[in-house]
């Protein structure tokens, strides 16, 4: 019930704040030794995980089975440890403890923990917490989502509200990924991609397709955020995890954007809009997210 989510909220935001206290002392401590000496390499140079990301996974899902030891568990570290179950009815917590890991190793602030709820395979309750800037978003299914900044009161998403509508692509600044993936295809196929979205001034004038700018923030749940905040238009990216977007579907859906494509994360029946759709959708004046389904590795 909203009854029991709201409790739950209030729960999983201490826990957040909680996890981000030690988010930022691991920062501070990769800082004052040698980068090269505190990171270990999960797939390439470019998907680092630290120890960091395993500690606060494990303090966020301890505190978690305590509290609600009836409740499921996915957690990004927990999966790539072998944690592997298969997504129920049942309630589930989705939780990627460090979310922009590189940006976490680099020091660039935009990182955060992404804790989400999914009941009934659906995502019904999100919390991202930035403990860098101390912004913290929260969303419940159906509810108006809100973001609190560093002592302040919780301000309701989008805070330029209604949103703007966008009469052309022109106008929209878009969040775009490279991802860890760095192999050939991949990276031609969305450099590609990401060329035609920034445009040329002659195809600005013919087809007003261009968009006002790019942006690659690096932390896929903050993305989320900032299109719910209204200061990105639009996010895209091929092949997210669900840890990635759970908490942020609910929090942008609170905040009157509109996700599609990673609802396929967490049920077998949806379809991808093409880059057109998306596109069709800003013209008509809506806030528009788009994450593709795990697997896909096509860039229109
Ligand atoms: C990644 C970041 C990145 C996005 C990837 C995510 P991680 O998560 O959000 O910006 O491009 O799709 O997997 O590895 O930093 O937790």
């Not at 040329?200 to 790019?214: R, T, Y």
Request: with cysteine; proline share 6%.
């Amino acid at each position: 019930t909203t009854h029991d989510l709201e409790s739950i909220l209030e729960f999983t935001v201490a826990l957040a704040r909680t996890a981000g206290e030690l988010i930022l002392e691991g920062s501070e401590a990769i800082q004052s030794v040698q980068a090269s000496k505190d990171v270990s390499e999960k797939k390439n140079s470019v998907d680092l995980v630290t120890e960091y990301d395993v500690r606060v996974e494990e303090l966020v899902k301890k505190e978690l089975a305590t509290k609600y030891p009836n409740f499921k568990f996915i957690g990004e570290e927990s999966y790539s440890a072998g944690s592997r179950p298969p997504l129920t009815d049942e309630p589930t917590f989705c939780v990627d403890p460090i979310d922009g890991t590189t940006n976490f190793v680099h020091g660039f602030p935009f990182v955060c923990i992404s804790l989400g709820l999914i009941y009934r395979r659906r995502p019904v309750l999100g919390v991202i917490f930035n403990p860098f800037l101390n912004h913290l978003y929260t969303g419940i299914k159906g509810k108006s989502s809100y973001l609190t900044k560093a002592n302040g009161k919780p301000l309701k998403l989008p805070l330029a509200s209604p949103p703007k509508p966008l009469p052309s692509l022109s106008q929209a600044l878009i969040a775009i990924e490279w991802g860890s993936d760095r192999g050939e295809k991949t990276i031609t196929s969305k450099a590609s991609g990401f060329g035609r979205l920034a445009g040329n001034p002659e195809q600005d004038v013919k087809g007003g397709k261009m968009a006002h700018s790019l942006r690659s923030v690096g932390s896929a749940a903050l993305n989320y955020a900032l299109v719910a905040q209204g200061g990105l238009d639009l996010y895209w990216e091929v092949g997210c995890w669900p840890w990635d977007v759970c908490a942020g579907v609910v929090i942008a859906e609170g905040a009157g954007c509109v996700v599609t494509g990673s609802h396929a994360v967490f049920a077998t029946t949806s379809s991808s809009p093409s880059f057109g759709d998306v596109t069709e959708e800003i013209l008509t004046g809506r806030k528009y997210i788009v994450v593709r389904a795990i697997g896909e590795t096509e860039v229109e």
